[in-house]
């Protein structure tokens, strides 16, 4: 039986029973803390670094700017896990060509179901795959990309540094955007916590048991699947940290004014 999406009785249960759920997340942290404690305490200066990405038929962006962007990284030791949302243009062609065994691509077989309202849709899309791919890492950190985003070839070393140097499991930064060619420095200087946007996330790998929310579109507020999971991380005691370099450059694309779901709301409207 498909339920309404504005039934705001069965929203409301739901979210209550996600976050009764995910209030043990804080307890799961104790426990994967002493299980990881001396498979991180080793002096590992060079640790592999895991880098999901998940993808729906934009073949063309990610050749543009993700991929190009992981490649001219100055730290190399990492792999990167593109997951994409079953697929059908020649995104898995394409990374059949990529001659670097760093790189591994996953189709889902089925594309994954999200709420017909297109901001509800924008608030978790690439949840599905992206909690495919934390299940496929092999790293011990893990890090994000959008496939229309283009890191700073430092990106890497210096969440990794920071990371370090202050003992911290989850580490983020500042990103620029860039629309009509006017920049713009995003670093969240007045929000509490600090937390930088998701693709300047770096984060220890046995946190991956924080999934992202596929039904976190149905709160009230903080809907975004990453603010979400953002929060619960901080509220279940994660040793959390902010960079206070940019890493990562957003840029609109042609012929659109905006990013984020701003932009998503014009391309939808466009296609109607």
Request: hydrophobic share 35%; with cysteine.
């Amino acid at each position: 039986m498909n339920i309404p999406e504005d039934n705001n009785t069965i929203n409301y249960i739901i979210s209550q029973i996600k976050r009764i759920v995910y209030y043990f997340e804080r307890y799961k942290l104790m426990i994967y803390r002493l299980v990881h404690k001396s498979y991180c305490s080793k002096q590992d200066r060079y640790p592999l670094i895991s880098i999901i990405i998940p993808t729906f038929n934009r073949s063309l962006i990610l050749r543009k700017c993700a991929i190009p962007a992981i490649l001219k990284q100055t730290y190399r030791n990492f792999e990167v896990i593109v997951i994409g949302d079953n697929c059908t243009d020649n995104t898995e062609q394409m990374f059949l060509k990529i001659r670097d065994p760093r790189f591994s691509f996953f189709n889902l077989q089925k594309k994954s179901m999200y709420p017909k309202d297109i901001r509800n849709r924008w608030f978790v899309g690439g949840s599905i795959p992206a909690n495919y791919a934390l299940d496929q890492v092999h790293g011990k950190w893990i890090a994000w990309s959008d496939d229309d985003e283009i890191w700073d070839k430092n990106h890497l070393k210096n969440l990794l540094d920071y990371a370090g140097k202050n003992s911290l499991e989850f580490v983020s930064a500042s990103y620029e955007t860039v629309i009509n060619k006017q920049k713009n420095i995003i670093d969240v200087k007045n929000e509490n916590p600090r937390i930088g946007g998701h693709s300047t996330w770096l984060y220890r790998s046995y946190l991956r048991f924080f999934k992202y929310n596929t039904q976190s579109w149905r709160k009230r507020w903080d809907r975004p699947t990453d603010i979400d999971m953002q929060i619960r991380m901080y509220q279940a005691g994660v040793k959390m940290g902010f960079c206070d370099k940019i890493v990562t450059r957003v840029i609109s694309r042609p012929g659109q004014k905006s990013i984020g779901l701003k932009a998503h709301l014009q391309y939808d409207r466009k296609l109607q």
